[in-house]
């Protein structure tokens, strides 16, 4: 289960008060910058803590350091807890506190008699894919293409709000063993990019910054899909390349989903002395490919 290391003296516990709310709905504007459109107000949050849905803190005495929000979800079939934000504030951000949000939003989810989490994020954010997808076992299952429209940060070019969808079961073994700390080894995620198909070709830019120049269908058992290791770099100095890398990451997922690869995990593998990023991807033995 998790480990508490450096995230130690936080305590977690649903919201309460009305100054907790208003606090949390700052914190979303402040942490989210400027995906800020997307920060739910304290007004709302306060009801869907009161209607099944849960407004979880994690405080540092009485200062509010990061929260999740999550409301309920019904797809036809299966009752869902949706993930609709979970925010960190920066000085917090070496703290494992947003693992240790999600792990306590897994426990009170399955205290309300539910078995999964669903949630999207943005597929060219390392932290978000690592957290998701490495650390909690999250499977994505789809791409939604600008979801909520067009975003236009205050300090940079505006950008297209591509998601990729994950499901989160709360007690499948593959959630227990990442939970648990038992983790792809960087040896093992070396030896799955040498074998793996490019579906993702980059070069280095003369500003030092990895950006893509091909993309390609997945092809054989295995393949990667290689993301900005630092997306905020991607932003200050190569503002005119973001919108080519998330239409490159776009067209990849879409091709390696149609082909029925599905994703097995997230690595930052050094490579060549290069620190990199890459989601790694396994062929679907039968079956239908994800949803889009």
Excluded at 91 to 98: A, N, T
Excluded at 185 to 211: M, N, Q, Y
Excluded at 227 to 242: K, M
Aim: aromatic share 8%; glycine share 10%; with cysteine.
């Amino acid at each position: 289960m998790p480990s508490a290391g450096r995230a130690e003296g936080f305590a977690l516990r649903p919201l309460k008060k009305p100054e907790e709310f208003r606090h949390a709905e700052e914190l979303q504007r402040a942490a989210l910058a400027g995906d800020s459109p997307l920060a739910v107000p304290a007004g709302l949050l306060r009801t869907i803590q009161d209607t099944g849905g849960l407004v979880l803190g994690a405080f540092a005495d009485i200062y509010l350091a990061g929260l999740t929000v999550s409301s309920i979800g019904w797809d036809g079939q299966l009752l869902f807890h949706e993930s609709l934000v979970t925010v960190v504030r920066p000085e917090y951000r070496s703290h494992l506190v947003g693992f240790r949000l999600k792990s306590f939003q897994r426990d009170e989810v399955r205290r309300l008699g539910l078995s999964e989490v669903r949630w999207g994020f943005d597929p060219l954010q390392r932290s978000a894919a690592s957290l998701a997808v490495r650390r909690l076992g999250a499977v994505p299952d789809g791409y939604r293409t600008n979801y909520f429209g067009h975003l236009e940060p205050p300090d940079g070019p505006h950008d297209e709000s591509d998601r990729l969808r994950v499901r989160w079961p709360l007690e499948s073994a593959r959630t227990e063993r990442r939970l648990g700390g038992e983790l792809p080894t960087p040896d093992e995620g070396a030896r799955w990019l040498a074998t793996a198909a490019s579906i993702l070709r980059t070069e280095t830019a003369p500003s030092g910054l990895r950006l893509p120049t091909e993309v390609a269908e997945p092809t054989g058992p295995a393949a990667s899909l290689e993301v900005p290791f630092d997306l905020a770099s991607i932003r200050a100095h190569e503002p005119g390349s973001l919108r080519r890398w998330r239409h490159a990451v776009r067209d990849g997922f879409r091709a390696a989903f149609d082909l029925g690869y599905t994703v097995e995990d997230f690595a930052a593998l050094t490579v060549e002395h290069e620190r990199r990023c890459f989601y790694l991807l396994a062929a679907r033995a039968g079956g239908p490919p994800p949803a889009s």
